[in-house]
């Protein structure tokens, strides 16, 4: 029976995974942690054998800063600005800058003082 005895990347990298995960929409969520998996143990694997060019540590750091920039952008790429104006963010948000402003040109409300 032969074991597998592949190297495991650094937890650094498998924390940082499990960190982006929650950003990640849930519906992609599943996909998205598989493609990073696979691309990280492959990216370990080579620099394991010494065939990436210059350290380690250089592509690890970019493939940290692509997992991150891919989940965020899974994130923000269905938004949709008629769907955010008809949520409550919106009607908070309107309600927060009419306060502000209310403010600013009654210089701080002195008239309810």
Known sequence: MSSDHRPQPPAVCRCL?????????????APWRRRQDACLQSLW??????????????????????????AFLLRV????????????VFLMA???????LVAASSHGFAVTR
């Open 17 to 29: 995974l499990r960190l982006a995960n929650p950003i990640v929409p849930p519906d992609a969520r």
């Open 45 to 70: 694997i080579l620099a394991g054998r010494g065939e990436l060019p210059g350290s380690d540590s250089a592509f690890l750091a970019w493939w940290c800063r692509e997992a991150l920039a891919t």
């Open 77 to 88: 790429r269905g938004s949709d600005p008629r769907r955010w104006i008809r949520g409550p």
């Open 94 to 100: 309107a309600a927060a800058a009419t306060l502000l």
